[in-house]
T-cell receptor, first 115, second 114 residues
Framework: DGGITQSPKYLFRKEGQNVTLSCEQN?????MYWYRQDPGQGLRLIYY???????QKGDIAEGYSVSREKKESFPLTVTSAQKNPTAFYLC??????????????FGPGTRLTVT | AQSVTQLDSHVSVSEGTPVLLRCNYS??????LFWYVQHPNKGLQLLLK??????LVKGINGFEAEFKKSETSFHLTKPSAHMSDAAEYFC????????????FGRGTSLIVHP
């Protein structure tokens, strides 16, 4: 079955530690996205990538980093510089329509708790 | 520039009664509009999409939405609510010809009473 996988589902870290969230897709999509979700705030875009080896900052990129070395993979690192990292993180992918918009496919999410 | 406003943060209905979740949008280009559903601690699932074809769009699980350009609205409806419809719903806009990075509404929580 095609889809997006995120691992782990739950992640616990101590304050000051970097942590990397995994996102893999087998949909052959060019575009991939990372979102942060907090209660009552909807989804906020952290980073997105439209092609391998290229990515762009979203609305709340500070304290996060990404890489896109393979089309299938778009890992997100939450660094110690992120002041409030506890949140639900969602990865998504879509066809990159070159100016036309297509629906996004979402992974199941990773809930990160930092204490 | 694009934006989307979901007019209700919470909507409460009884099982078997109609559902209306309201969404207004703003777009400088020809918009694509989407509704997604999210059950607790899950990812988002596409309910339906409008991409400049028919203005009345039918989606999964009996939901539909009507694109009204004059009112800049894309409200989501369902004739009869089911308990399993209880979830968070997101309206999303993106601009074909613009940046086409989607903009999400803040979500509407649908509560269904037995």
């Amino acid at each position: 079955d095609g889809g997006i996988t995120q691992s782990p589902k739950y992640l616990f870290r101590k304050e000051g530690q970097n942590v990397t969230l995994s996102c893999e897709q087998n949909l052959n999509h060019d575009a991939m996205y990372w979102y942060r979700q907090d209660p009552g705030q909807g989804l906020r875009l952290i980073y997105y990538s439209q092609i391998v080896n290229d990515f762009q900052k979203g609305d709340i990129a500070e304290g996060y980093s990404v890489s896109r070395e393979k089309k299938e993979s778009f890992p997100l690192t939450v660094t110690s510089a992120q002041k409030n990292p506890t949140a639900f993180y969602l990865c998504a992918s879509s066809i990159d329509g070159g100016g036309r918009s297509y629906e996004q496919y979402f992974g199941p999410g990773t809930r990160l708790t930092v204490t | 520039a694009q934006s989307v406003t979901q007019l209700d943060s919470h909507v409460s209905v009884s099982e078997g009664t109609p559902v209306l979740l309201r969404c207004n949008y703003s777009s400088s280009y020809s918009p694509s509009l989407f509704w997604y559903v999210q059950h607790p601690n899950k990812g988002l699932q596409l309910l339906l999409k409008y991409t400049s074809a028919a203005t009345l769009v039918k989606g999964i699980n009996g939901f539909e939405a009507e694109f009204k350009k004059s009112e800049t609205s894309f409200h989501l409806t369902k004739p009869s609510a089911h308990m399993s419809d209880a979830a968070e719903y997101f309206c999303v806009v993106s601009e074909s010809g613009g940046s086409y990075i989607p903009t999400f509404g803040r979500g509407t929580s649908l509560i269904v009473h037995p």
